[in-house]
């Protein structure tokens, strides 16, 4: 049936058009209806089956009536259009402008043009059955009350769908924008817009779990009342606009998942609410806005909350659900968990508030105004992004991470057992931890402003891999009431004082912990004391130039102190470290500063009071510049007992040897002056042995007085009696004179207690001359014998000398330095020129060329006690000279020497201490000797020698102190008596001879001052006896040898004593 434009129906009290099975009714004109319950079309099934009707309006409906329709399907399977340029309106109560009751297979519904109700319970579009398909791309306009604009009422499971690309508008009570109550609603799409104008009006209502798309550009909004309400949940995706006037969704009876791209707003309430325990899921990238402070609030489902961009203005709660929050980017208002154990996930973005009712909160990154957490377990980590202002845990066991991030005010914890890691990131305003059982560790990194603080109950906290810089924002460390532990684990950490109330304090791995002036505390008022140990690579110092302390937290009570590893006291001479208790060193250190010279030289010192002081500890000494010097007295005391303390006698020792300027320093326990038994002195001396006091005499003995004798008993016989015998009187008793008290002895002279490397010192000025006196030796141990100088003219020989000497060198003053060892070397001369007289006078002028070496051991007065092993010693010569030998008639000679030489020194002393100096020395010699003649070809030669030189070394700084040398020149004179024969074995002339020297070595005052305080004296006067016997053979016309050995041993003054020989060839040009 198709009417035509401008044709028209117009009936009153009856349908316009009733169609019945497969039937099409199109009108391009008008129909008009009046009456209640009558359609302008209407479409109908067979009774024997279904066919399918098609509807389609392109002109103008009007009914006017209750339940009258504009379009009507009864049972028959329908479309319906109302086509662009159409128009329904229906005016009455319960009509509606397109109906479809029951649409066998569904039916489908579109208005591509425009809808308008009026009346109560009215509708634009209304599917009473399943399976329908209800779209509108034109325009639906309802008023009155519950007149909605799409409609969806299917009775049993089916699929309605809603879509709307046009716009809706609802105008009345209760009257929705779209309603779906099906048993299984279909999909509902908006891509237009949906608006409710009327009070309690809803945009969207849904009956049933509903699958909702808001396009983008689309708007479900209410004016009075809220954008949506799904009473059992379902799936909302929304890119447009959700708006009410009260709520924008309203969840309630189901579970719901809602991701949101564009805007969901409450306009004086919440933007998306729930109510009961269902899981509602929110993704948002867009805005959710509520209008009364609250933006979303949840109930008592799973409840998620996904802030993956956008901004959410208003409080988020989740409500007393199991509930999720993460944020990765966008901005929020506030959050508000609450439930058994929620979580929050921040990664980026920013709530610009904060999270409260918290129970596990991750932080990587983002940023957040502070977090509170309440459940009874909670958890927090954080290792990027920041927190504004505080983080706080209400009572409960919490469990807290800081590995990175920023938390821009304070930490706070509740009572409960509670565990803190902190390894990197930052805590402006301090960590304060309720009372319980609680666990602190900090980790390698991050930074904590503000004061540290633990409740009452048993703490232990780990501090480890710190520097003193990431500790220094720390500004107070308190364990609270409680026994409690405090770990150092390689920690670089100053101003102790900080660390209050803790009990027990290890101090491990490499850590480095700083005392201040006030010294650090160990116990609290209830515990009144505790301990601190050191360990073997871990080191406790004061450098602050005056004293501090280990004390306990109650006066009167005694700390601990175990220490395995370093004392430090260094820095100052003034650093004293007190410890109010008891001290036990297990092979630890304890290292001071010591100005080493006299007695009382400014020192640091440990100073035990009230405890006893045990084990073993050593004391490292560094010289603050002292120069050395002999202490007479008490010496330099390094450790002070104070209040009863006392001191066991190995307690303490020298961790190395001690030494300044001349001196060697060694530790004693106790002084000389009384109450200072207990004390540890630094002494170069050994203090002199007080006298004994005198015998008090014992008094004289009283004598016996005599008793009389016994008088004689009367006979009793009448025998006459014997006359009595005269009694004999007892002897009388005399007194002794008591015996006068000993006069008491002065105190004999301490004992100096020299370093080693002072006799090894004292022993280079004697052995450089000897080495020098070596080289020059005598015309015979360098030429032979005189005979064998017969050559004349321009170099007419060379000749060359080889000796070696086990000698025995000492002195007679001074630390009586003794050498023991090798001096020996090489000459080689040539004549240069040697001319003879007729008269029988030949003269000899020549130059040489040497090189000595001594080498051996040096023993002396050292460390308090005679001929103490000091060191060995090198001196190396190289040396150049010039001789004149005079040969005159019959043999008698006169040789002059003078020779220059440069020499290398290096002692080397038994601690380990090698060091190297250089001189020079000039010498000279006059010898001469006179033969005469004896029987069987032997003769007799008188000698005299002289001997000069000048022996200048360089200054030494071997470390300890500078060391100098007096340079003043010296003489050693020779008387000899040479006896020779001469016998000839064909071409070879054998001259053998016998020699005895008495040598005077007349010393100068040579002094070794060390740290240009303490001289030593270093001569070495001596008288010696040589006994010395050779032989000098002409090999050839042009070859000499010559060779000898001798012993030479000391007759008085300082010792000297070699054994050795000398070897010479000389050749003829």
Same mark, same amino acid.
């Given at each position: 049936m198709r009417i035509q434009p401008g044709a028209g129906i117009s009936v009153s009290s009856s349908n316009a058009v009733f169609v019945r099975d497969s039937s099409t009714v199109t009108n391009l004109g008008t129909l008009q209806v009046s009456g209640d319950t009558f359609d302008a079309i209407t479409s109908e099934g067979s009774p024997n089956g279904f066919g399918h009707n098609t509807l389609t309006n392109a002109g103008a409906i009007h009914t006017t009536g209750v339940e009258s329709e504009g379009t009507y399907n009864g049972s028959a399977s329908v479309t319906m259009v109302n086509a662009v340029g159409g128009a329904i309106t229906t005016s009455g109560a319960n009509s509606a402008a397109m109906l479809d009751v029951s649409a066998a297979g569904g039916g489908k519904l579109t208005n591509n043009g425009t809808l308008a109700t009026s009346g109560d319970d009215s509708y634009?579009?209304?599917?009473?059955?399943?399976?329908?398909?209800?779209?509108?791309?034109?325009?639906?306009?309802?008023?009155?009350?519950?007149?909605?604009?799409? &409609? /969806?009422?299917?009775? !049993?499971?089916?699929?309605?769908t809603l879509t709307n690309h046009g716009s809706i508008d609802t105008y009345g009570v209760n009257a929705h924008g779209i309603v779906s109550v099906d048993a299984s609603p279909g999909l509902v799409t908006n891509t237009g817009s949906i608006a409710a104008h009327g009070a309690d009006a809803l945009g969207a209502f849904f009956g049933q779990k509903v699958t909702l798309v808001n396009a983008a550009g689309a708007r479900i909004t209410s004016d009075q009342s809220n954008a949506i309400d799904a009473n059992s949940g379902g799936s909302f995706t929304n890119a447009g606009t959700i708006s009410g006037g009260n709520e924008g969704i309203s969840i309630v009876g189901g579970n719901a998942d809602i991701v949101n791209s564009g805007v969901i707003s409450g306009g004086g309430n919440l933007a998306v609410s729930s109510t009961g325990p269902y899981a509602i899921t929110i993704t948002n990238t867009g805005t959710i806005s509520g209008g009364g402070g609250v933006a979303v609030w949840t109930d008592t489902g799973t409840n998620t909350f996904k802030m993956n961009g956008g901004t959410v203005t208003g409080l988020i709660r989740q409500g007393a659900g199991v509930n999720t929050f993460v944020m990765q980017a966008g901005q929020v208002d506030d959050i508000d968990q609450g439930g058994p154990q929620p979580r929050f996930t921040l990664s980026g973005g920013r709530v610009t508030g904060g999270l409260t009712?918290?129970?596990?909160?991750?932080?990587?990154?983002?940023?957040?105004? $502070?977090?509170?957490?309440? /459940?009874?377990?909670?958890?927090?980590?954080?290792?990027?992004?920041?927190?504004?202002?505080?983080?706080?845990?209400?009572?409960? *066991?919490? $469990?807290?991470?800081l590995s990175g991030g920023v938390i821009g005010g304070a930490v706070t914890l509740g009572n409960g057992t509670n565990a803190m890691t902190v390894s990197g990131g930052s805590i402006a305003q301090g960590l304060a931890v309720g009372d319980g059982q609680n666990t602190f560790k900090w980790l390698d990194g991050g930074v904590i402003g503000g004061a540290v603080t633990f409740g009452a109950g048993q703490a232990a906290a780990t501090l480890s891999n710190l520097s003193d810089a990431q500790l220094a924002s720390t500004s107070i460390f308190d364990a609270g009431a409680g026994r409690d532990t405090l770990t150092f684990d390689h920690v670089d950490a100053t101003g102790l004082s900080r660390f209050v109330n803790w009990e027990s304090v290890a101090v491990t791995n490499a850590s480095r912990l700083t005392l201040d002036a006030h010294g650090l505390t160990l116990g609290d008022s209830g515990t009144r004391t505790g301990t601190i140990d050191i360990d073997s690579t871990s080191s406790l110092a004061w450098n602050g130039a005056g004293t501090s302390a280990i004390m306990a937290a109650v006066a009167g009570a005694r700390v601990t102190m175990n220490n395995a590893g370093i004392i430090d006291l260094t820095g100052s001479t003034r650093n004293t470290l007190v410890v109010s208790g008891d001290y036990t060193g297990r092979a630890g250190q304890l290292l001071v500063d010591t100005v080493l010279g006299a007695d009382a030289s400014p020192s640091g010192k440990l100073v035990i009071a009230q405890g006893t002081a045990t084990g073993d500890t050593s004391i490292g000494v560094r010289n603050a510049g002292g120069a050395g010097a002999q202490t007479i007295a008490d010496g330099i005391m390094v450790v002070q007992t104070l209040q009863g303390a006392?001191?066991?006698?190995?307690?303490?020792?020298?961790?190395?040897?001690?030494?300044?300027?001349? &001196?060697? &320093?060694?530790?004693?326990?106790?002084?000389?002056?009384?109450?200072?038994? %207990?004390?540890? &002195?630094?002494?170069?001396?050994?203090?002199?042995?007080?006298?004994?006091?005198?015998? =008090?005499?014992?008094?004289?003995?009283?004598?016996?007085?005599?008793?009389?004798?016994?008088?004689?008993?009367?006979?009793?016989?009448?025998?006459?009696?014997?006359?009595?015998?005269?009694?004999?009187?007892?002897?009388?008793i005399v007194p002794s004179v008591p015996t006068a008290p000993a006069e008491p002895q002065p105190p004999t002279t301490a004992t100096p207690l020299y370093r080693i490397e002072v006799p090894l010192y004292a022993a280079v000025p004697t052995l450089t001359r000897e080495l020098v006196i070596d080289q020059i030796g005598t015309f015979h141990d360098r030429h032979g014998d005189q005979s064998q100088l017969d050559e004349t003219g321009t170099l007419p020989a060379t000749w060359a000398r080889f000796w070696g000497n086990h000698a025995r060198v000492g002195s007679d003053t001074g630390v009586d330095a003794h050498f023991s060892g090798f001096?020996?070397?090489?000459?080689?001369?040539?004549?240069?020129? !040697? %001319?003879? =007289? !007729?008269?029988?006078?030949?003269?000899?002028?020549?130059?040489?060329?040497?090189?000595?070496?001594?080498?051996? *051991?040096?023993?002396?007065?050292?460390?308090g006690m005679p001929s103490v092993q000091a060191g060995r010693v090198a001196v190396d010569s190289a040396s150049a000279g010039a001789y004149w030998t005079h040969i005159g008639p019959g043999g008698w000679y006169a040789d002059t020497i003078m020779t220059g030489s440069a020499l290398t020194i290096k002692p080397s002393s038994n601690d380990g201490l090698p060091v190297t100096t250089h001189g020079r020395s000039i010498a000279g010699s006059v010898e001469a000797g006179l033969p005469l003649a004896l029987l069987a070809g032997l003769s007799i030669e008188p000698q005299a020698q002289v001997i000069w030189q000048h022996v200048s070394i360089n200054d030494i700084n071997d470390g300890i102190s500078t060391v100098s040398f007096s340079n003043p020149s010296s003489f050693a004179a020779r008387l000899g008596l040479r006896v020779s024969g001469r016998w000839q074995a064909g071409r070879v002339a054998l001259q053998p001879y016998a020699r005895v020297n008495l040598w005077r070595y007349f010393d100068a005052s040579s002094n070794v001052v060390f740290g240009e305080t303490t001289t030593i004296p270093a001569q070495s006067s001596a008288t010696l006896a040589d006994f010395q016997t050779g032989v000098a053979i002409d090999v050839s016309a042009r070859g000499s040898l010559f060779a000898n050995v001798h012993y030479a041993m000391n007759v008085g003054g300082a010792t000297r004593a070699t054994i050795g020989g000398d070897a010479g060839v000389r050749w003829r040009w």
């Open positions: 634009g579009m209304l599917a009473q059955t399943s399976g329908d398909a209800l779209a509108n791309t034109g325009s639906i306009t309802t008023t009155g009350s519950r007149a909605y604009g799409l &409609y /969806a009422n299917g009775g !049993a499971p089916g699929n309605n009712n918290g129970g596990v909160a991750m932080i990587t990154g983002g940023r957040i105004g $502070s977090v509170g957490l309440t /459940a009874v377990q909670n958890t927090f980590a954080m290792s990027g992004g920041s927190i504004d202002a505080n983080l706080t845990a209400g009572s409960g *066991d919490t $469990s807290m991470t006392t001191t066991a006698a190995t307690a303490f020792s020298l961790a190395s040897p001690v030494k300044a300027g001349a &001196y060697t &320093y060694y530790l004693f326990r106790g002084g000389v002056t009384t109450g200072t038994g %207990d004390n540890w &002195y630094l002494r170069s001396s050994i203090p002199a042995v007080p006298p004994v006091p005198p015998v =008090t005499p014992v008094p004289p003995v009283t004598p016996v007085t005599p008793v009389p004798p016994v008088a004689p008993s009367e006979p009793t016989t009448p025998v006459e009696p014997a006359a009595p015998t005269e009694p004999t009187p007892p002897p009388s001096t020996g070397g090489t000459q080689i001369g040539q004549d240069v020129y !040697a %001319d003879a =007289t !007729a008269s029988g006078n030949r003269n000899h002028y020549g130059l040489l060329l040497g090189a000595a070496r001594a080498s051996g *051991d040096v023993t002396g007065f050292a460390l």
